[in-house]
C-alpha cells in the first residue's frame, strides 16, 4: 500500500510522500532528499519507544487516512517552501500497521542550502504533520499480570495535550 501523491495541491517532482506497511529505509529518505544543491539535509527519525508515561509499550500500530494524509504532507511541503524559499526537497513518509519497539514509524528529510534553514523546515514538518496528518496510533502495554492492554492515540492530540507521545 505504498502510495506517493499525485494530487491537486502543487507538488515538486522531488519531493516524496508516502503512507506503507513497509520497514522505512534511512538510507532510501535521504537519498530521495539528496540534491547537488544541497549544504545540508536534516532527517527525523520517529521510532516506537519501550514507554509511555511509565507505563511498558511493547508495539504500536498506526492507521491512517490515507489519501488524507498524503494532501497534508504536500500541503506541509508548500508551506516549508512559503517559509523557506531555498528549500530542494522534502520527503515525509509514515509507517503504518503494527510496529514493534526499535522499528521506524516516521522518516521526514530537508535538503536545502543551508543547515539553519533545513533543521528548521525539518522541525516545522514533523511537528505539523503531528497537528494536521489524520495518522493514529493504538499503543499496547504489557500489564504486570502478563496481560496486554491498548489504548489509541490521536498523534495531534498528544500535541495539543502537551503529552509527547
Same mark, same amino acid.
Given at each position: 500500500?505504498?502510495?506517493?501523491?499525485?494530487?491537486?495541491?502543487?507538488?515538486?517532482?522531488?519531493? =516524496?510522500?508516502?503512507?506503507?506497511?513497509?520497514?522505512?529505509?534511512?538510507?532510501?529518505? !535521504?537519498?530521495?532528499?539528496?540534491?547537488?544543491?544541497?549544504?545540508?539535509?536534516?532527517?527525523?527519525?520517529?521510532?516506537?519507544?519501550?514507554?509511555?508515561?511509565?507505563? %511498558?509499550?511493547?508495539?504500536?500500530? !498506526?492507521?491512517? !487516512?490515507?489519501?488524507?494524509?498524503?494532501?497534508?504532507?504536500?500541503?506541509?511541503?508548500?508551506? @516549508?517552501? =512559503?517559509?523557506?524559499?531555498?528549500?530542494?526537497?522534502?520527503?515525509?513518509?509514515?509507517?503504518?500497521?503494527?510496529?514493534?519497539?526499535?522499528?521506524?514509524?516516521?522518516?521526514?528529510?530537508?535538503?536545502? %542550502?543551508?543547515?539553519?534553514?533545513?533543521?528548521?523546515?525539518?522541525?516545522?514538518?514533523?511537528?505539523?504533520?503531528?497537528?494536521?496528518?489524520? @495518522?493514529?496510533?493504538?499503543?499496547? !502495554?504489557?500489564?504486570?499480570?502478563?496481560?496486554?492492554?491498548?489504548?489509541?492515540?490521536?498523534?495531534?492530540?498528544?500535541?495539543?495535550?502537551?503529552?509527547?507521545?
Amino acid at each position: 500500500m505504498t502510495n506517493t501523491l499525485n494530487l491537486r495541491i502543487p507538488q515538486r517532482t522531488e519531493d =516524496s510522500f508516502a503512507i506503507t506497511f513497509a520497514p522505512l529505509s534511512i538510507e532510501e529518505i !535521504y537519498s530521495k532528499a539528496d540534491d547537488s544543491a544541497n549544504g545540508a539535509i536534516v532527517m527525523m527519525s520517529g521510532m516506537v519507544r519501550n514507554q509511555t508515561d511509565g507505563k %511498558p509499550v511493547v508495539a504500536l500500530e !498506526y492507521q491512517a !487516512y490515507e489519501p488524507m494524509a498524503l494532501r497534508v504532507f504536500a500541503q506541509i511541503a508548500v508551506e @516549508i517552501r =512559503s517559509l523557506w524559499n531555498d528549500v530542494n526537497r522534502v520527503v515525509i513518509h509514515h509507517r503504518i500497521g503494527r510496529l514493534q519497539v526499535g522499528e521506524i514509524s516516521v522518516l521526514v528529510a530537508v535538503g536545502c %542550502p543551508h543547515r539553519s534553514e533545513a533543521f528548521a523546515a525539518c522541525r516545522y514538518a514533523i511537528d505539523t504533520l503531528k497537528h494536521n496528518a489524520p @495518522i493514529w496510533k493504538k499503543e499496547w !502495554y504489557s500489564e504486570l499480570d502478563g496481560k496486554l492492554s491498548s489504548s489509541w492515540v490521536s498523534i495531534g492530540a498528544c500535541e495539543q495535550s502537551g503529552q509527547n507521545c
